[in-house]
């Protein structure tokens, strides 16, 4: 079978979950993440036969996302800020609304000096990971920065760690399993960012049937009566520093509940839009 062939059984089995366009996208993104070939290999090989194990690997991919088994989960990888991270069951799959988080961070910290950060509920690390790169690669003042990982799931920490090792190489990064629910105090950091549970049950309906069969709900949900938890003692536990400065990634349906629970802690605080116009990012500081 030759590779377009495949491509166009990937548009017909696909068209009640996805628009053709999707369908050719995630067609690409399996034959550069599983069979190695570069976007211009791809556009020149249309009529060129497969080996046949090429042509197993494509269409056994088509099955599992027929089943609903999520593209990241398939290939094992995630694309994030510019990095390849491994994906697991375990952690939640790394989403571009996130990246925004991490360039408003960026943006924030030009040629500032930035000794050490901590990511809270860190799953495959995307967030800590990207930003120590980042930040160690554009700015010599914090080319001694530590970059702190903590999360409850041991088996997401162990993704972490393989994460670090793979795109962070030199860079000193600790990862620890913690529950920050049951933490009394933290060290000092110049940032604390965090992606936190935050769906409320309520919400679950309008979740993707692949996000809810596929991805870990204790990364994903809370109470319904108690949707601020984590933010909530985040901050508090926060509040011990010098200077506090944390960023949140956050529910798009109660900024004005996080907004308030900020200012009765003491802080200042601004949240900001993805580019879909949800709100979406916070950033704390007294």
Not at 58 to 67: A, M, N
Not at 107 to 117: A, E, G, M, R, T
Not at 179 to 206: F, G, M, W
Request: charged share 25%.
């Amino acid at each position: 079978m030759i590779l377009r062939q495949i491509r166009d059984i990937y548009v017909n089995r696909l068209q009640n979950l996805y628009v053709d366009q999707e369908s050719i996208s995630i067609f690409k993104i399996i034959c550069e993440d599983l069979l190695h070939m570069t976007k211009s290999e791809i556009m020149i090989s249309g009529e060129e036969n497969l080996s046949h194990l090429k042509e197993g690997i494509l269409l056994k991919s088509l099955e599992s996302l027929t089943e609903g088994k999520p593209l990241q989960h398939i290939t094992g990888i995630a694309h994030f800020y510019g990095h390849q991270f491994k994906v697991s069951p375990d952690t939640l799959i790394p989403r571009q609304e996130t990246e925004e988080l991490v360039q408003w961070i960026l943006d924030d910290h030009k040629n500032k000096s930035v000794n050490n950060l901590l990511d809270i509920g860190t799953g495959t690390g995307c967030i800590g990971i990207s930003l120590g790169c980042a930040l160690n690669n554009s700015n010599p003042s914090s080319s001694s920065i530590k970059i702190t990982l903590i999360d409850i799931s041991e088996e997401a920490l162990q993704i972490a760690a393989v994460n670090a090792e793979q795109i962070a190489t030199g860079i000193p990064i600790v990862c620890m399993e913690q529950d920050i629910l049951a933490t009394e105090s933290l060290e000092e950091y110049d940032i604390i960012v965090s992606n936190p549970p935050y769906v409320r049950e309520l919400e679950k309906s309008q979740l993707h049937t692949n996000v809810i069969d596929h991805e870990p709900h204790g990364a994903l949900f809370v109470q319904d009566n108690d949707p601020l938890v984590f933010y909530r003692k985040i901050m508090e536990l926060a509040s011990a520093q010098e200077k506090p400065l944390i960023y949140f990634e956050i529910n798009q349906y109660i900024p004005e509940q996080l907004k308030t629970l900020a200012s009765e802690l003491g802080y200042q605080s601004e949240q900001r839009k993805d580019l879909n116009g949800n709100w979406r990012m916070m950033k704390c500081w007294k």
